[in-house]
Nanobody
Framework: VQLQAFGGGLVQAGGSLRLSCAAS????????VGWFRQAPGKEREFVAV????????YYADFVKGRFTISRDNAKNTVNLQMNSLEPQDTAVYYC??????????????????WGQGTQVTVSS
Protein backbone atom coordinates (compact mmCIF):
# COMPACT_ATOMS: atom_id res chain seq x y z
CA VAL A 1 0.00 0.00 0.00
CA GLN A 2 1.38 3.37 -0.98
CA LEU A 3 0.09 6.47 0.72
CA GLN A 4 0.42 10.03 -0.43
CA ALA A 5 -0.22 12.98 1.84
CA PHE A 6 -0.97 16.35 0.34
CA GLY A 7 -2.71 19.62 1.07
CA GLY A 8 -0.09 21.31 3.21
CA GLY A 9 0.98 24.89 2.75
CA LEU A 10 1.53 28.24 4.35
CA VAL A 11 -1.31 29.78 6.33
CA GLN A 12 -1.68 32.56 8.86
CA ALA A 13 -2.54 31.85 12.46
CA GLY A 14 -6.26 31.27 12.82
CA GLY A 15 -6.54 29.91 9.31
CA SER A 16 -7.46 26.47 8.04
CA LEU A 17 -5.99 23.71 5.94
CA ARG A 18 -7.33 20.40 4.77
CA LEU A 19 -4.86 17.57 4.46
CA SER A 20 -5.63 14.48 2.49
CA CYS A 21 -4.10 11.03 2.44
CA ALA A 22 -4.68 9.00 -0.68
CA ALA A 23 -4.00 5.29 -1.08
CA SER A 24 -2.55 3.92 -4.27
CA UNK A 25 -5.15 1.20 -4.49
CA UNK A 26 -8.34 0.14 -2.84
CA UNK A 27 -6.94 -1.38 0.33
CA UNK A 28 -7.05 1.62 2.59
CA UNK A 29 -10.63 0.84 3.45
CA UNK A 30 -9.39 -2.14 5.48
CA UNK A 31 -6.88 -0.12 7.44
CA UNK A 32 -6.88 2.18 10.39
CA VAL A 33 -5.30 5.46 9.30
CA GLY A 34 -3.50 7.90 11.51
CA TRP A 35 -1.96 11.33 11.16
CA PHE A 36 1.29 12.23 12.83
CA ARG A 37 3.47 15.30 12.70
CA GLN A 38 7.08 16.18 13.27
CA ALA A 39 8.38 19.66 13.91
CA PRO A 40 12.06 20.55 13.45
CA GLY A 41 14.13 19.26 16.33
CA LYS A 42 11.21 17.38 17.85
CA GLU A 43 10.04 13.81 17.88
CA ARG A 44 7.18 12.66 15.73
CA GLU A 45 3.87 12.91 17.58
CA PHE A 46 0.39 11.54 17.19
CA VAL A 47 -2.32 13.85 15.88
CA ALA A 48 -5.42 11.80 15.08
CA VAL A 49 -6.55 8.33 14.04
CA UNK A 50 -9.66 6.90 12.41
CA UNK A 51 -10.87 3.31 12.27
CA UNK A 52 -11.43 1.53 9.00
CA UNK A 53 -15.18 2.07 9.29
CA UNK A 54 -14.77 5.72 10.22
CA UNK A 55 -16.83 5.20 13.34
CA UNK A 56 -14.02 5.51 15.85
CA UNK A 57 -11.69 8.48 16.09
CA TYR A 58 -9.10 9.62 18.61
CA TYR A 59 -7.27 12.90 18.82
CA ALA A 60 -4.23 14.25 20.58
CA ASP A 61 -5.05 16.58 23.45
CA PHE A 62 -3.45 19.54 21.71
CA VAL A 63 -6.05 19.29 18.92
CA LYS A 64 -8.61 20.75 21.36
CA GLY A 65 -11.48 20.30 18.94
CA ARG A 66 -9.72 22.19 16.17
CA PHE A 67 -9.02 19.20 13.90
CA THR A 68 -11.40 16.67 12.40
CA ILE A 69 -10.37 13.41 10.81
CA SER A 70 -12.66 11.72 8.31
CA ARG A 71 -12.49 9.17 5.55
CA ASP A 72 -14.13 8.32 2.27
CA ASN A 73 -13.43 4.67 1.54
CA ALA A 74 -15.04 4.92 -1.88
CA LYS A 75 -12.34 7.42 -2.82
CA ASN A 76 -9.57 5.76 -0.80
CA THR A 77 -8.88 8.97 1.07
CA VAL A 78 -8.58 10.12 4.65
CA ASN A 79 -8.83 13.80 5.40
CA LEU A 80 -7.65 15.97 8.25
CA GLN A 81 -9.48 19.27 8.49
CA MET A 82 -7.42 21.67 10.56
CA ASN A 83 -9.02 24.88 11.82
CA SER A 84 -7.81 27.63 14.11
CA LEU A 85 -4.23 26.81 13.26
CA GLU A 86 -1.50 28.05 15.56
CA PRO A 87 2.21 28.62 14.87
CA GLN A 88 3.02 25.59 17.04
CA ASP A 89 1.13 23.45 14.55
CA THR A 90 3.96 24.02 12.09
CA ALA A 91 5.38 20.63 11.16
CA VAL A 92 5.59 17.98 8.50
CA TYR A 93 2.39 15.96 8.65
CA TYR A 94 2.40 12.27 7.81
CA CYS A 95 -0.38 9.80 7.27
CA UNK A 96 0.07 6.13 8.02
CA UNK A 97 -1.94 2.93 7.82
CA UNK A 98 -2.14 -0.10 10.08
CA UNK A 99 -4.19 -3.26 10.16
CA UNK A 100 -4.63 -2.86 13.91
CA UNK A 101 -7.59 -1.16 15.50
CA UNK A 102 -7.84 2.55 16.18
CA UNK A 103 -7.43 1.99 19.91
CA UNK A 104 -3.78 1.16 19.23
CA UNK A 105 -3.32 3.95 16.73
CA UNK A 106 -1.62 6.48 18.99
CA UNK A 107 1.71 4.66 18.72
CA UNK A 108 3.66 5.22 15.52
CA UNK A 109 5.37 1.83 15.76
CA UNK A 110 2.16 -0.02 14.90
CA UNK A 111 1.97 1.49 11.43
CA UNK A 112 3.32 -0.49 8.51
CA UNK A 113 2.74 2.06 5.76
CA TRP A 114 3.64 5.74 5.68
CA GLY A 115 3.08 8.60 3.30
CA GLN A 116 5.87 10.95 2.35
CA GLY A 117 4.68 13.89 4.47
CA THR A 118 3.34 17.32 3.66
CA GLN A 119 4.64 20.56 5.14
CA VAL A 120 2.30 22.77 7.15
CA THR A 121 3.59 26.20 8.10
CA VAL A 122 1.57 28.55 10.24
CA SER A 123 2.77 32.13 10.46
CA SER A 124 2.03 34.38 13.41
Amino acid sequence: VQLQAFGGGLVQAGGSLRLSCAASRRTESRYTVGWFRQAPGKEREFVAVISWSGGITYYADFVKGRFTISRDNAKNTVNLQMNSLEPQDTAVYYCAATALGASQGRRDNVYAYWGQGTQVTVSS
